[in-house]
């Protein structure tokens, strides 16, 4: 009986001890998540511009504020094809900035972009971040 109870006690401690990995690990699996779902939609839209779907451009408008960003058809976010719209919303212990504004358009046909920089992806609780970057001529890629 005190051999069952002492391996009890030492599952118990090691269990309480690997609990900070265990949830490092589900932080940094989060932020993979938010980061590969914006790489995937930027690259998405590439790809609807470049087949000229509903024979226009599109982009995706980033919203820091409402924790979201919207994949939309149009040369603009301001005179979008609201109809079209497709909102993602991401955790809220997340952030999301980027080096050239609110919104990136892809021309239809080219799939060139209007702006070229870099979208980095913070976790607020653990500081850490992914850096998403879109290249001059449309590669979108994440560390």
């Not at 239809?108 to 998403?132: F, L």
Request: net charge negative; hydrophobic share 40%.
């Amino acid at each position: 009986m005190i051999e069952l109870l002492i391996v009890v006690a030492i599952l118990a401690i090691v269990g309480f001890f690997s609990i900070p990995f265990v949830q490092t690990f589900q932080i940094s699996s989060d932020l993979n998540s938010v980061a590969d779902q914006l790489t995937q939609a930027m690259r998405r839209v590439q790809l609807q511009s470049r087949a000229g779907q509903n024979s226009d451009d599109w982009g995706v408008s980033l919203d820091e504020g409402s924790k979201e960003y919207t994949i939309f058809k149009g040369t603009s976010y301001a005179s979008r094809d609201s109809t079209l719209d497709e909102v993602i919303r991401y955790p809220t212990r997340f952030s999301v900035t980027n080096d050239f504004g609110n919104e990136v358009v892809f021309f239809k046909y080219s799939g060139t972009p209007t702006a070229s920089g870099t979208i980095i992806v913070i976790d607020n609780q653990g500081n850490e971040q992914r850096t998403i970057r879109i290249s001059e001529i449309g590669a979108v890629s994440h560390d």
